[in-house]
Each structure stands twice: as C-alpha cells, then as structure tokens.
C-alpha cells in the first residue's frame, strides 16, 4: 500500500556500502593489531608472550575446548579422517594445535598480517591451509566441505548481529549434516556495542541466538555462560 512501511532485513546494516565500509575496518584494525603485538591481541591476558608459551596456549585451548569433547566432535569418526574448518584463526595460536589432531585443517581470518603470521606458524605442516577472506562469507573456500567447525574470540570482537549471523549461516552451509560448530559469542549484555568498534563487538541474548540457529539451519543443542563474555554454543548442523 503507498505509505506504507517496509521492514528492514537487517537493523544493524542499513546499506550494503555500510556493510563493505565496516568490512574495511574490521580488516584494518586487525591489520594494525598484527602489526603492534599479535599475540597481546589474540590472547590479552598477558603483553609479554613468548613464542613458545604462546602457541603451549592453543595446545591448552584445544586440549580444554576440543578434547575433552570428542563425543560431539567426532561423533564416531577418527580425528585423523576429519577435515575441520577454523573461523578467525588470527595468529595460528589455535590452527597448530588443531593441525596435531585433525588429518586436514582449514583456516581464515579477515586479516592479512595475521594470516601471514599463521602462514609461518605452521610452515612445515602439509595439513594446514590459511585463507584471507573477506569477513563476511567463505567464498575463498570454494566447494570444501567439513566434518567439524571452531571458533574462539572472534564473534565477539564483531560489531553487527548480521554479520556473525553470516558467518554462522557461511560455515552452515559447509558443514556436513549432523556436524557441529563450536564456537563462542559476546554474551553479557552490558557491553555499550558501537557500530564501529571492531574490539569490543557487539553481546546476544540466549533467545537471539536461537533464532539464528533456526534461521541458519543449526540444532543449538548446548550453551555455556548465556549473559558472560564468553557465551558458548554447539550448533548442529540439520539433516
């Protein structure tokens, strides 16, 4: 009817120009962030990393996050016959230790400098491959299919709901039926979120997050820390 209102798709990208200058940002800043103190800004717990205590880290990480959880990892198959896909690897912390367990890894990360520091983390490794992409979607992985997803501290560090609700759709898309994405947002819903700030990013509810599962395709079987920063989940993937 004229005058009529038409709903927004998405309240937090008003344009596709929008989106692509949010892109450039995200980009740049984690450019700039490589470029100052990586490993500082992949895990800011501590300034001084070592090389050696750094990358003892992922092995931590994934020893804590993946290993302990093989049953919905695997689900019944060898580590060594699954391909995994690993969204906003940054530095290679986490990619070398997934490159130890898995017979084949994939990683992106929308930072150039970073992908080239995990290029040289895991030089040597025949199993491993590193991607830019562009932040949003995983063109740059053509028709690949995977077994299982991971991702820690990236969603959020993202400032747009549409943005990780991509990613999330993206990977989706990749996964085999059955497969799990585990992954983690910002969850405490007292972050001031700004359009602009690729650090801080931007929290989901429980109930958002939800929605997106169903939107994407996903079982959201488990959640961890709903209302913390660190608000895991376990997509699996629909039949």
Known sequence: MPGQLRPNKRSDAASIMNVQRLLDKMKRDWDERARRNPRYYVVNCREDW????????????????????????????????????????????????????????????????????????VAGLGNVHVYQNNGRDLGVLGDLTFDFAFS???????????????????????????????????????????????????????????QIAERCGFEPRYRVGSGEERFWLWFFKKP
């Open 152 to 210: 820690s501290c990236v969603f959020h560090h993202i400032p747009s709901k549409a943005l990780i609700e991509d990613y999330i759709r993206e990977v989706g898309a990749r996964l085999k039926p059955g497969s799990l994405f585990k992954f983690e947002v910002q969850g405490y819903l007292g972050v001031q979120a700004s359009e602009n700030d690729t650090w801080v990013g931007t929290p989901l509810s429980e109930p958002e997050m939800l």
């Open 50 to 121: 070592s090389e050696e205590e750094f990358f003892e880290s992922g092995d931590e990480s994934v020893a804590q996050l993946i290993l302990n959880d093989m049953i919905n990892v695997c689900q019944g198959r060898q580590p060594g016959q699954m391909r995994v896909l690993e969204v906003g690897c940054g530095a290679g912390r986490v990619t070398r230790a997934l490159a130890k367990v898995f017979g084949e890894v994939h990683a992106v990360d929308v930072s150039g400098e970073m992908v080239k520091l995990a290029r040289r983390a």
